[in-house]
């Protein structure tokens, strides 16, 4: 048995029939703009030029992250400020009021695995600052008809190929008429598109087979340098000088075949199957010892990335549910180290113990019961 974290490409997806008009829908104001990208961080580059953030200015963000998130910021020269976490992955309010003074340009706001950042009065209150509010949704799906996130902000941020098998894809929504959009890329990122496409193909013919080799291989030092660095070095994420001095950060469209999977598939389908399937995980979940879910008995408000649970010793965990066949995300397990060590605990010690089990839309009863039972093993197993 291989339980992948993502979901494979389904047939009818690259060769079924458009659904709908093609066109996006996504919560928010009906007069908001939709702009296509190949990754998100390439619309946040956008989003600091629209905003008319420069080198030198600040903005805040909170200190569970990626390297992929501040990678706009750092190649433009942006200073970041990291506003901490609690360990319900919910911004600590009175953090960010102190840093108000440092006069930040803007807030980004998580929604972790499709839930809701709980940030409703921190939004006015940097709104009344003067700061972009930015909704990073990478962890969800944009559904139509809203789904309690995405629509507070000045724009809101997906991240396509995280929930669905497409090589490529990320969208921005822009809420506020007063951002004046740049012109968006028209080059696609031919390199990163053929391997993301090997990629697909290897986790069908995984899930198919029951073995996977790319689970093996991520254990080994090199092998995931060398993946990682194939996949960075065709994001193209180079700035280069325009005018002489400008810095310009490389970005790209959407590629076709992102744009023609993803038209095909039913996003709200996606949404109500993750969401189910976190609901099934969720009950389960009360009677293994050892594992607690991040989110307690919260319900995702939108399309879930997966269902992340702290355990004590995370790496044997892991390990053992790889032997097991089941593919354990665990999501940012060290920070940047742009983030500072002192007065962020909590998101350390998330990095350090969260494992995340997959609620993808190809998951099926038997296959979630699977995992709880290997998670239990695993947990009752490891010293
Ligand atoms: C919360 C969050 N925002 C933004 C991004 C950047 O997304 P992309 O890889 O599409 O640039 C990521 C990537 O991991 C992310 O986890």
């Not at 189910?276 to 939108?302: C, H, I, S, W």
Request: overall charge positive; proline content about 7%.
């Amino acid at each position: 048995m291989y339980i992948s974290s993502n979901p494979s490409l389904p047939f009818g997806a690259l060769f079924g029939r458009r659904l709908g008009n093609g066109s996006e829908s996504c919560s928010g104001p009906s007069d908001s703009r939709i702009y296509k990208y190949s990754r998100a961080r390439e619309a946040v580059a956008d989003f600091l030029s629209a905003a008319g953030i420069t080198a030198g200015d600040s903005v805040l963000l909170p200190a569970y992250i990626c390297s992929s998130v501040l990678d706009p910021f750092l190649k433009l020269g942006i200073r970041i400020l990291f506003y901490p976490i609690d360990r319900t992955l919910s911004p600590n309010v009175e953090a960010v009021r102190e840093l108000l003074s440092q006069k930040p340009r803007a807030i980004f706001l998580v929604h972790y695995f499709g839930f809701p950042a709980g940030a409703g009065d921190l939004i006015q209150e940097c709104r009344e600052n003067g700061l972009w509010i930015v909704e990073d949704c990478a962890h969800t799906l944009p559904v139509p008809d809203g789904c309690g996130i995405g629509s507070a902000g000045d724009l809101t941020i997906y991240s396509l190929s995280k929930l669905l098998p497409v090589p490529d894809g990320a969208l921005v929504v822009v809420n506020n008429p007063k951002l004046e959009w740049p012109e968006t890329p028209t080059a696609v990122n031919k390199r990163l598109v053929f391997i993301n496409m090997l990629w697909q193909a290897a986790n069908a013919v995984e899930v198919s087979s029951g073995f996977s080799f790319r689970t093996r291989l991520r254990d080994k030092r090199a092998a995931t340098k060398m993946i990682t660095g194939l996949r960075e070095s065709s994001s193209g994420g180079k700035p280069t000088l325009v005018n002489g001095s400008r810095s310009k950060y490389q970005r790209f469209q959407m590629s076709p075949l992102a744009n023609r999977i993803r038209s095909r598939i039913d996003l709200a389908s996606v949404a109500k199957r993750r969401q189910e399937n976190y609901q099934v995980l969720k009950t389960a979940m009360k009677g293994v010892r050892g594992a607690t879910p991040v989110f307690g008995d919260l319900d995702p408000a939108g399309a879930p990335l997966g269902f992340p649970i702290l355990v004590d010793d995370r790496e044997d965990v892991r390990l053992k549910l790889i032997a097991a066949g089941v593919d354990p995300r665990p999501v940012w397990s060290g920070l940047p180290r742009e983030v500072p060590i002192a007065g962020f605990e909590d998101a350390r010690y998330i990095a350090a113990h969260n494992v995340v089990l997959p609620v993808h839309q190809n998951l099926t009863p038997k296959t979630l019961s699977y995992i709880v039972s290997a998670l239990e093993r695993a947990i009752a197993t490891s010293q």
